[in-house]
């Protein structure tokens, strides 16, 4: 049976079973200061991280100062990142976003939002065009910044929805508020870790075409793996 109320020991079960399976994920060698990952954060949804990083490296080889990217033009930026999902949506995003962000940033340098609450700097970069609650929370946690904010992406969403953390329908931000509530006293660290061993979970096992319940490190608790395997016994 699925978790009927959100707790920090349930998610703390979750991260367990998860390590045990996964192991820790490793400390990234580099960590991009706030604007490099806001950056890549706005170019990664729906692509797979290997194609996204080629992106973003790219992107700050050819356009090694960030305002470059702002006085390009759209098509310009769209070549460089041309095999991400949907790059004309991304690259029109992206110059956008860090237009506004030199309006009130010319130097872009945004190590000022460290000194507000979590809240409030999440709304800041949610002000920028295409900035979502996942953008914002990874500028938040991934970067230099290393403030608490969960990262809910398409796998994270998937498993919560699936296990029964939230409804069938919820969204980022259902994920995310509930999340933070149950682990409020969890650090950057700990939110990133438990985002990187369900988004593994998520790409391995719990495939969006494919999920392989009855291997699943957590599956004994999810509520899709017991419903579909009852549907198994039945056939």
């Known amino acids: 049976m699925a978790f009927s109320f959100w707790a920090t020991e349930d998610m703390e079960w979750v991260r367990d079973r998860l390590r045990c399976r996964f192991g820790r994920p490793a400390e990234p060698v580099r960590v991009r200061t706030p604007v490099g990952q806001l950056v890549k954060s706005m170019i990664s949804g729906r692509t797979r991280d290997a194609v996204s990083l080629g992106a973003y ?35 029109q ?32 970069l949610e002000r920028l065009p295409g900035v979502g609650r996942k953008v914002s ?3 938040l946690n991934f970067s230099t910044l290393r403030m608490p904010a969960f990262v809910v992406d398409t796998h994270i969403l998937k498993i919560m929805r699936r296990f029964g953390f939230v409804r069938g329908k919820a969204d980022t931000r259902t994920v995310y508020d509930l999340t933070m509530t149950a682990l409020s006293d969890w650090c950057a660290t700990d939110l990133a870790e438990l985002h990187v061993l369900i988004k593994r979970l998520g790409q391995t096992v719990c495939r969006a075409d494919r999920a392989d319940c009855r291997s699943c490190p957590i599956g004994r608790r999810c509520r899709a793996a017991a419903f579909g395997i009852r549907n198994s016994l039945q056939k």
């Open 137 to 139: 929370a990874s500028t």
């Open 57 to 91: 490296h790219r992107l700050v080889k050819i356009y090694p100062e960030w305002f470059s990217i702002a006085r390009a033009t759209t098509a310009e930026v769209e070549k460089v990142i041309g095999d991400v999902t949907f790059p004309d949506v991304k690259a």
């Open 93 to 124: 995003y992206l110059r956008d976003a860090l237009t506004s962000v030199a309006a009130d940033r010319p130097d872009f340098d945004l190590t000022f939002l460290g000194a507000l609450d979590v809240e409030s700097a999440l709304a800041w």
